[in-house]
């Protein structure tokens, strides 16, 4: 997540957009990020809310 600053090697493998919405996107490997597990928490049930902040975080990366 942009505010985090979580140096855990305790990850967990994200989809940006969700894959009960965008299935299509599953296994799209660009589709993908990972977490700190207390991020990864923070989205159960509210992923969609989190897609253009994780969106933003790729850009800046690839920037």
Known sequence: M???NSDSRNI???HI???RN???LQFDI???IT???KCHEKTYG????FVNALVRVIQTMSD
């Open 30 to 32: 660009n589709n993908g």
């Open 2 to 4: 942009p505010d985090c």
């Open 17 to 19: 957009y969700p894959k």
């Open 46 to 49: 509210k992923e969609m809310q």
């Open 22 to 24: 965008f299935p299509n």
């Open 35 to 37: 977490l700190c597990k």
């Open 12 to 14: 967990a493998a994200h």
